[in-house]
């Protein structure tokens, strides 16, 4: 299986990506091993989406990184913290 995943820091930074594996990835991001992730130690995940192949996940990923698919991810996040709150 591969995964795409977005990750927020505390400072309300976002990043997307795809893996293998969401666990180990998260862990390296938060170890600085990731050089677009590094200026924060504390991402957590916020939304995956797992995929039968690498190259499905690669297509999505790609479509998250556009105004729409970053829309939808705000939409999305917006609406777990609402829930998250009550």
Request: hydrophobic content about 30%; charged content about 35%; overall charge positive.
């Amino acid at each position: 299986m591969f995964y795409i995943y977005v990750i927020k820091s505390a400072k309300g930074k976002m990043y997307t990506g795809h893996t293998n594996n969401i666990e180990r990835r998260l862990e390296e991001h938060n170890s600085g091993l990731c050089k677009s992730t590094k200026i924060d130690n504390d991402w957590r995940l916020v939304y995956s989406e797992a995929f039968g192949s690498r190259g499905e996940a690669m297509k999505r990923e790609k479509w998250l990184k556009t105004g729409v698919g970053r829309d939808f991810i705000k939409r999305v996040i917006r609406g777990v913290e609402s829930v998250r709150r009550r």
